[in-house]
C-alpha cells in the first residue's frame, strides 16, 4: 500500500509525518504518514512542504524551493480528503486517504501475528512535542490507535481460539524514564533516584523489581494505563517538570502454554514494548552547547544516546565489524537493547508536520528514519518446554547458591555489607525463586490477588469519574493531552483553601512548588455560586489572565486559574452544562495570560511576528517560575524575556532570555533551549530543598543559577554594507555597535578594500568600474581591516570581534584585547575570492558583512547602582517593550544601510564627474575634430586606467582632425562632434 493516507482531526494530533519501522524477517521497513494542518500552524499561513509519489516523500525547502527526496515503504497521506461521520471518525473521501483501520491492518496486524507466533514486538512513537504520535499509538473517541486495537483483538484472539488445553497470560507493566531515572508508574512509592537497571546473562536488560501486574481484558489494561498517567501527572505536576522530556515504556508480556503433539507442555512468550519517546527536538538543538553546566545535558541524554546507537548499528551493519554499540549509555537504549539490536520486530512511528513553519524538525526527522530503516534484527520465535523453564531456573538457583556458599544470607538486601559481585548473585537468586513461585501459581490465582490489590485504586477512580459528573471542582490544565485534565480538586466545602501547607497551615488543596505560599488562595461557595480570592498578600493568583487582590472574584464555569507561577487549572461546574463556552486547552489559557500580562498583542501580525509571539507565550510561565524559585533559594538572579532584534537585514528576530545578576548588574543573555535546560536543574534543587535535603545546594561547577563574570557576552552587533565593493571602491567607516534593545554600545572602526594577492592596496581610481559585472569570473583580493572599538561601556573587557564572510562556515575572530572604553585592535586579514559569481555580486550589492563583538564583565565591581525594583516589577516593564518590539519591527539597520547607499552613491557619481573632466581638461585647448561614438563611450565606462589613457589619445586626435574639416560631420558619419 504505497500511497494511502491517515485521517485526524487537525488538533487531536499536530505535527505528523508518521514513520513506521516493520521489520520482515531481518528487514527494517519504513512507512511515512502525513497529517492536516493544525490550527497554530493556519494561523501563521504555513505552506505544505511535504509531497508524496508512489514510496517516494518529498521535502521542499521554504527558503529557496529546492527539494529532497526519500523513499520508504509505505507512504500514507492523511493531509486532506477526509470528513468526520455521525460516530465521530475520520473517513476518507479520496482514494488517497488511509484512516486508523488502514494503518492497523497494514501494520497492527502485522504485530499482533508476531506476539501469536511468540516473536518480541516493539512499537515506537518519535517525533517533536506535540507531533501527534499519540494519534497512531492510542488515538482518540472512535479513532483508535494501533495500541487499543491490537491489545482489543489480542484479547477478542485469546477468547475466539478457546483450543483445548491452551491457557494464555497476558501482564502489564508501566514505567518512565525522567532525566536518567526509572520510575514505576503503577506504584506509589518509587525509590528516590530512581530505579535501577540491571542485566541479566541471559535476559538482558531489566528494571529491578519493576512491577508486572496480570490483566485479562483491555478494560483492564486502559485502567491500568489511566493509574500510570495519574500517577505521571501528579509527579510532573509536583516538580513542575514537563512530560515532553520523559519516555514512557508500556510492556505487555504474552504467553501462551499448551501441550504439543509429543505431550510436552510448551511455553510461548511475546513481549510487546510500546514506547512513546520524548520530543525529538529536544535531540537537536538542546541549547547546551558552550554551555559550562553539562549537568542539564541529562535531560536530552537518552534522545541523544539512541541517536548515537542507530548510527553506530547502521555503520556495523555497513561494515564496521569491531563498532562498540553504546547502548549502556542510558536507561533508555538499555531497555531498548532488544528492539534496536537484538530479538525483536520492530514498528516505529516518527511524526513529523507537513508545516513550512516546522522545516527544520521535519527534514531532521525524515533523516533520523532514513537510518533507522537500515538497522536488521534477529527475532527468534520464544518457545520453550514449561518444564524446561522450571528446570533452567532451579538449576540457575543451585549454581548461584553454590557460588555465595550454599545459603541465602541473611541480609539479601543489604547492599552495604557484601561486594557488588555478591549482591548482584543475591538479587538473581530472589528474582529466579520469586519467578518460580510465580510459575506455580494458577492463571485465576494471579488475576485474583492483582484485583485485590487494585479494587481500592479502581473503586477510587470510578468514584472520581462520578463526581466529575456533578461535583464543581478543578481539573489541571497540561501542554501534554495525554496528561491535560487528568487531576481532580473537588470544591464540595463552603471554604476551600489551596496552598503549599509548609509550617503546618491546613490546607484542601495541597500544590508544591515554586512561589506557592503555605495559603495561596480561598475558594468559597455562597449558594452555589463560587469566588476566589488570593490567601496572603504575597501569594499570586490569576482568574482568565488577571491578577487578582484581596477582594473575591467571581468562578464562573471553564474559569481559567493559575496559582503561583505554573500551577494552571480550569474551574468546572457541571451544572452549566449547557454553557455555550468553549472548554478551554491548554494553549488558550497560556495565550490569555500573555496578552493580558501585555506581553504579547491581538492586533494584526506578521506570520514572523506571530511565530514570536508563539515562543513568548510558551516561555512566560516558565521565566515567571524562575523568578520564584531565585528568590526562594535567594540566588540574586532575575530572569525576564527579550526580542532580540534581526542581526542584519535577512536574519530573524528570536526570543531569548536575559539573565540579570541583582547584586551587580552583570547580564548574561541565554538562548531559549538553554534557558529551559538550565531551568530543569533548577527544578531538582529546588525540590530538593524542599525535600529537606542538606546537600540541596550546588558548588558553582554544577549551579544552574551561576554565570562567571569571565563568560563571553555579546556586548552587540554590526553591519558593514558591501555596495561599494562591486564597483571595486573601498570603505572605510566607523559603524555602530547595537545591543538587543538598539542601543548603541560602541563604534567600530573597519577598512575593506580591493587589494592584490599580497595585501597591497590598489591605487585610488586605478580600478574603478560602473558595472559590476565586468568582475564576473575573475579572481579578487581584499583586505580587511579592524582598526579599534571606541565607546565601550566600562562594565566590559577583554573584547573579541568576529564576522563571517559570504558563505563561510567559519567564523573569524580577532584576539582578546584588553583596556577600558576605547580598544586597539589591528586585525587585518586578506580575503580570497577564487571566482567572481552572481550569487557574490548579487551579496556585495545586496547585504552586509556582519560583526558580532563580544566580551566579558570582569571590570564589573561593586554593587549594582540601578534601581532595586523586584524581579516580577521588571518583567513586566519588560513585557511592555516586548509588545512594542513584537508590533513595531522597524530595523536600525535599514536606516544605516541608506546612509551607506547615499554616501556610496555620492562617491560613485564624484568618480563619473572626475573621469568627465579628466576627458574635457585633456581636449581643452586642443585643436577640434571628430570623434568616434563607442570612442566616447569607452572613455567614460571604461575601468581599466590603460583603457582610459588610450581613450583619451583617440579623443585627442580626432579633435586635431576636425580643424581641417570644410563641414560638420553629416548624419551618414560615424563619427560625432566632441562638444
Request: proline share 3%.
Amino acid at each position: 500500500n504505497n500511497n494511502k493516507s491517515l485521517s485526524t482531526k487537525e488538533d487531536s494530533y499536530c505535527d505528523g509525518i508518521l514513520v513506521f519501522l516493520f521489520t520482515m524477517g531481518d528487514n527494517v521497513k519504513v512507512a511515512v504518514r502525513v497529517r492536516p494542518f493544525n490550527s497554530r500552524e493556519k494561523q501563521l499561513k504555513s505552506k505544505t512542504i511535504i509531497k508524496m509519489n508512489g514510496n517516494a516523500t518529498v521535502i521542499t525547502n521554504p527558503e529557496d524551493g529546492s527539494d529532497k527526496t526519500f523513499k520508504y515503504d509505505f507512504s500514507y497521506w492523511s493531509h486532506d480528503g477526509f470528513k468526520e461521520d455521525d460516530e465521530g471518525y475520520l473517513k476518507g473521501t479520496s482514494s488517497k486517504y488511509a484512516d486508523q483501520q488502514t494503518v492497523f491492518d497494514d501494520l497492527g496486524r502485522g504485530v499482533l501475528a508476531n506476539a501469536w507466533d511468540g516473536y518480541n514486538c516493539s512499537l515506537f512513537a518519535y517525533g517533536q512535542t506535540g507531533s501527534g504520535k499519540s494519534y497512531s499509538m492510542v488515538g482518540y473517541g472512535a479513532n483508535k490507535g494501533i495500541v487499543p486495537v491490537t491489545c482489543d483483538e489480542l484479547f477478542k484472539g485469546i477468547t475466539a481460539r478457546n483450543e483445548p488445553g491452551l491457557e494464555c497470560d497476558v501482564s502489564f507493566s508501566m514505567l518512565e524514564i525522567y532525566n536518567e531515572q526509572v520510575q514505576d508508574l503503577l506504584t506509589a512509592d518509587s525509590p528516590k533516584g530512581g530505579m535501577k537497571v540491571r542485566q541479566h546473562p541471559k535476559k538482558g536488560f531489566y528494571v529491578d523489581n519493576l512491577r508486572v501486574v496480570p490483566v485479562n481484558s483491555y478494560s483492564e489494561i486502559e485502567a491500568r494505563i489511566e493509574e500510570g498517567t495519574r500517577r505521571r501527572t501528579i509527579a510532573a505536576t509536583n516538580m513542575n517538570a514537563t512530560s515532553s522530556r520523559a519516555h514512557t515504556i508500556v510492556a505487555i508480556n504474552f504467553k501462551q502454554k499448551q501441550t504439543n503433539a509429543n505431550n510436552v507442555s510448551m511455553t510461548k512468550i511475546s513481549n510487546l514494548n510500546l514506547v512513546d519517546l520524548a520530543g525529538s527536538e529536544r535531540a537537536a538543538s538542546t541549547g547546551a552547547q558552550g554551555d559550562r553546566l553539562k549537568e542539564g545535558a541529562a535531560i536530552n541524554q537518552s534522545l541523544s544516546t539512541l541517536g548515537n546507537v542507530i548510527s553506530a548499528l547502521v555503520e556495523r551493519q555497513n561494515g564496521k565489524k569491531n563498532m562498540i554499540i553504546p547502548f549502556r549509555d542510558s536507561k533508555l537504549t538499555m531497555l531498548l537493547k532488544n528492539a534496536l539490536g537484538g530479538n525483536s520486530k520492530t514498528v516505529m512511528i516518527a511524526a513529523l508536520s507537513p508545516a513550512s513553519v516546522n522545516y527544520d524538525e521535519t527534514l531532521s526527522t525524515l533523516r533520523f528514519a532514513d537510518r533507522v530503516k537500515s538497522i536488521k534484527t534477529q527475532a527468534v520465535v520464544n518457545e520453550t518446554p514449561t518444564e524446561r523453564l522450571i528446570r533452567e531456573l532451579r538449576e540457575e538457583n543451585a549454581r548461584l547458591m553454590k557460588m555465595l556458599g550454599g545459603q541465602v544470607p541473611d541480609n539479601l538486601g543489604d547492599t552495604g555489607s557484601a561486594s557488588e559481585e555478591s549482591q548482584d548473585l543475591k538479587r538473581m537468586l530472589e528474582q529466579n525463586s520469586l519467578e518460580m513461585e510465580e510459575m506455580k501459581k494458577s492463571w485465576e490465582e494471579k488475576l485474583k490477588e492483582e484485583r485485590e490489590k487494585h479494587a481500592d485504586v479502581d473503586a477510587e477512580a470510578t468514584r472520581e469519574k462520578k463526581l466529575r459528573k456533578t461535583v464543581p471542582h478543578l481539573w489541571n490544565m497540561n501542554q501534554d493531552p495525554a496528561l491535560h485534565g487528568v487531576i481532580s480538586y473537588f470544591v464540595q466545602k463552603d471554604t476551600v483553601v489551596v496552598g503549599s501547607g509548609r509550617g503546618g497551615k491546613h490546607t484542601d488543596i495541597q500544590l508544591r512548588g515554586a512561589g506557592m505560599n503555605p495559603v495561596q488562595a480561598i475558594i468559597t461557595n455562597v449558594g452555589d455560586k463560587f469566588f476566589i480570592k488570593r490567601g496572603s498578600p504575597k501569594a499570586t493568583v490569576m482568574l482568565n489572565g488577571v491578577t487578582i487582590g484581596n477582594e473575591e472574584e467571581s468562578l464562573h464555569n471553564y474559569s481559567r486559574v493559575l496559582f503561583g507561577p505554573s500551577h494552571l487549572y480550569c474551574f468546572s461546574i457541571p451544572s452549566n452544562k449547557d454553557s455555550e463556552e468553549k472548554m478551554p486547552t491548554f494553549e488558550d489559557a497560556q495565550s490569555e495570560i500573555a496578552l493580558k500580562s501585555g506581553v504579547t498583542t491581538d492586533l494584526s501580525q506578521s506570520p514572523e511576528q506571530l511565530m514570536l509571539q508563539k515562543e513568548i507565550e510558551e516561555l512566560l510561565i516558565q521565566v515567571t517560575e524562575a523568578n520564584a524559585m531565585s528568590a526562594e533559594m535567594d540566588k540574586h538572579k532575575a530572569f525576564a524575556i527579550e526580542l532580540v532584534p534581526r542581526q542584519h537585514l535577512h536574519a530573524k528576530a528570536s526570543v531569548m532570555v536575559v539573565v540579570e545578576d541583582e547584586v551587580t548588574g552583570a547580564q548574561w543573555l541565554w538562548s531559549a533551549n538553554r534557558f529551559v535546560n538550565r531551568k530543569y536543574a533548577m527544578l531538582e534543587m529546588f525540590n530538593a530543598k524542599l525535600d529537606g535535603e542538606e546537600d540541596w545546594d550546588r558548588d558553582e561547577d554544577a549551579d544552574p543559577f551561576f554565570e562567571p563574570f569571565s563568560a563571553e557576552v555579546n556586548v552587540g552587533h554590526a553591519s558593514l554594507y558591501m555596495q561599494p565593493l562591486a564597483y571595486n571602491m573601498d570603505i572605510e567607516d566607523e559603524i555602530h555597535i547595537l545591543d538587543y534593545h538598539g542601543h548603541i554600545n560602541g563604534e567600530l572602526a573597519v577598512c575593506l578594500s580591493p587589494c592584490t594577492s599580497t595585501g597591497a592596496r590598489l591605487e585610488e581610481d586605478a580600478e574603478f568600474i560602473d558595472d559590476p559585472t565586468e568582475l564576473l569570473g575573475l579572481e579578487m583580493h581584499y583586505i580587511l581591516e579592524v582598526k579599534s572599538l571606541n565607546r565601550v561601556p566600562s562594565k566590559f573587557s577583554n573584547v573579541i570581534c568576529s564576522f563571517k564572510w559570504f558563505d563561510s562556515v567559519e567564523e573569524i575572530r580577532t584576539k582578546h584585547i584588553g583596556g577600558g572604553v576605547d580598544f586597539p585592535i589591528h586585525f587585518e586579514k586578506i580575503i580570497r575570492v577564487k571566482c567572481v559569481t552572481e550569487d557574490f555580486l548579487e551579496w556585495l550589492n545586496m547585504e552586509a558583512l556582519p560583526f558580532a563583538v563580544y566580551a566579558d564583565q570582569t571590570n564589573i565591581k561593586g554593587k549594582k547602582s540601578s534601581n532595586n525594583t523586584n524581579a516580577m516589577t521588571r518583567l513586566k516593564t519588560n513585557f511592555m517593550t516586548l509588545s512594542t518590539n513584537i508590533t513595531m519591527m522597524a530595523s536600525e539597520e535599514e536606516i544605516e544601510k541608506l546612509k551607506s547607499e547615499i554616501a556610496f552613491q555620492k562617491r560613485r557619481a564624484d568618480r563619473v564627474a572626475k573621469k568627465i573632466n579628466a576627458v574635457k581638461m585633456l581636449i581643452k585647448g586642443k585643436d577640434g575634430g571628430s570623434i568616434k561614438v563607442a570612442d566616447v563611450k569607452q572613455a567614460l565606462s571604461s575601468g581599466s586606467k590603460a583603457r582610459f589613457k588610450a581613450a583619451v589619445r583617440t579623443v585627442m586626435i580626432a579633435n586635431n582632425a576636425q580643424r581641417f574639416a570644410n563641414s560638420p560631420a553629416t548624419n551618414e558619419s560615424s563619427v560625432c562632434v566632441l562638444q
